[in-house]
């Protein structure tokens, strides 16, 4: 690279926040998309979203009975808490809408704290899944990144006596889903989205799958034209770039399991992540305040403990959405740097004594 190159590279503002797909959509889908705007003077279906609904129940393989399209999967969240009303159970540190849900509608919530000794565990006692009307299961969690075993799920499913809602929105990145328990299971619902897995964040469409009752039962809580026209439309025509997809997909995967070793062998812990993010444990709120603020100095942005995103998470972790293999291979270069620099005893040395060699 050359000096300017280089310049211009050290420069260029790398966003992992939030977690959107940041990788390009195929360029024959925008212009399909650009296409359906000529239609946007007209209404979507409403009610019924009858195609829409065919498209998602053939990629997941249930019944058009079974889905419920929403606008994005945190209107599923609401949806779900406002027809089940009464005791809330979170497994924190987890996605903050469940908490936000529950609290829009005035309901108790009961956060049960699963992270410990580096292993978040879903630790749900009887008695707490015996009180609760919702269970809240985010697999993969955010932000922890855990995929949470089928045994683990069937055990609470057995035991609880409310609804169990499974956000299920980072499936395609970790692949196991609960979806075949949805006739077995009567009170198990499923969410999922087109906004982290298919690069459809902005025109918001997620969907609940579960039980034809239960489908009923929340459909009472959405609006008529609650997805709009060109989310409607996006659906089937994203599913048809599946092959296109799964290559983002595979990449991301091996971008993120790089990462984390990377961000392991510099002596910080990172959580091993089945989503599209991983999480970073710094020694304590001191050390990923200096962290956070010097990857920001340089141009990349994450997501710490003390923003909003999360419930329970504290302020020693950072999340990194997994970007492009160049936007992570710059952040371990600047980490690598801010490790250097505190061994040389550059940066505050009360601050910037490195855990480990
Ligand atoms: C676990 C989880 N569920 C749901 C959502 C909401 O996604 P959307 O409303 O875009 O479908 C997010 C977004 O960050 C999330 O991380």
């Given at each position: 690279m050359s000096n300017k190159e280089n310049y211009?590279?050290?420069?260029?503002?790398?966003?992992?926040?939030?977690?959107?797909?940041?990788y390009p959509l195929p360029e024959e889908l925008l212009q399909e998309l650009a296409e359906e705007l000529k239609e946007i003077n007209r209404y979507p279906s409403g009610g019924g979203y009858d195609e829409l609904k065919e498209v998602l129940a053939n990629y997941t393989g249930v019944k058009v009975d079974n889905i419920l399209p929403a606008n994005g999967s945190d209107e599923v969240i609401e949806m779900i808490t406002r027809a089940y009303p009464g005791k809330v159970l979170i497994p924190i540190p987890t996605f903050s809408q469940y908490e936000a849900s529950a609290d829009r509608s005035k309901l108790p919530k009961l956060l049960v704290p699963c992270l410990q000794n580096k292993e978040y565990n879903l630790h749900y006692s009887s008695s707490q899944l015996k009180e609760a009307s919702l269970v809240w299961i985010c697999n993969p969690n955010n932000p922890t990144g855990t995929g949470i075993s089928r045994e683990k799920i069937m055990e609470i499913l057995n035991k609880a006596k409310g609804i169990v809602a499974i956000d299920e929105c980072n499936y395609e990145y970790f692949g196991e889903s609960s979806i075949g328990l949805i006739e077995k299971y009567k009170n198990l619902i499923i969410v999922r989205s087109f906004s982290k897995n298919f690069g459809l964040a902005g025109l918001r469409l997620g969907f609940a799958i579960s039980n034809a009752e239960n489908i009923k039962e929340i459909s009472a809580y959405g609006q008529c034209f609650r997805v709009n026209r060109l989310a409607?439309?996006?659906?089937?025509?994203?599913?048809?770039?599946?092959?296109?997809?799964q290559k983002i997909w595979d990449k991301i995967k091996k971008v993120r399991d790089d990462f984390t070793q990377k961000i392991n062998q510099l002596g910080w812990f990172a959580y091993p992540s089945q989503a599209n993010f991983v999480l970073v444990e710094a020694r304590n709120k001191e050390e990923s305040e200096e962290i956070w603020g010097y990857l920001k100095e340089k141009n990349i942005y994450t997501l710490p403990g003390w923003k909003d995103e999360f419930s329970g998470l504290e302020d020693r972790f950072i999340r990194f959405t997994v970007g492009e293999e160049w936007e992570m291979n710059r952040t371990i270069e600047v980490l690598s740097e801010y490790r250097q620099r505190c061994r040389r005893g550059d940066l505050n040395p009360h601050r910037h004594t490195p855990t480990t060699p």
């Open positions: 211009a590279y050290a420069r260029k503002k790398i966003f992992l926040t939030n977690s959107y797909l940041k409607e439309k996006a659906a089937g025509k994203v599913l048809k770039y599946l092959d296109y997809y």
